[in-house]
């Protein structure tokens, strides 16, 4: 069974940092295509970050790139997010994915 466990989340001012983990079992980690994905409040899913199974690729969706760095660690099952740079529109519930399958998520919320 997959399981994704999201933590990391928080209350951040803007112009601040956070870094968020997801924790992986129950496959294969190092042979998937993993991803970040996000809902802001009212919203829809909105695809954040994707890293191939490698973790040599990633690509980024604009209104992050350049703020926004994904990376794994296969040897752990980790997949991670660092958010720099971070503006009140970041504010929302971030899911890891993998596929079809997402974990509980962490809130994010970005204020002064």
């Known amino acids: 069974e997959v399981q994704l466990v999201e933590s990391g989340g928080g209350l951040v001012q803007p112009g601040g940092s956070l870094r968020l983990s997801c924790a992986a079992s129950g496959f294969i980690f190092s042979s998937y295509v993993m991803s970040w994905v996000r809902q802001a409040p009212g919203k829809g899913l909105e695809w954040v970050s994707s890293?191939?199974?490698?973790?040599?690729?990633?690509s980024y969706a604009d209104s992050v790139k350049g703020r926004f760095t994904i990376s794994r660690d296969n040897a752990k099952n980790m997949l991670y997010l660092q958010m720099d740079s971070v503006k009140p529109e970041d504010t929302a519930v971030y899911y890891c994915?993998?596929?079809?399958?997402r974990g509980q998520g962490t809130q994010v919320t970005v204020s002064s």
């Open positions: 994915s993998k596929q079809n399958s």
């Open positions: 890293i191939n199974s490698g973790g040599g690729i990633a």
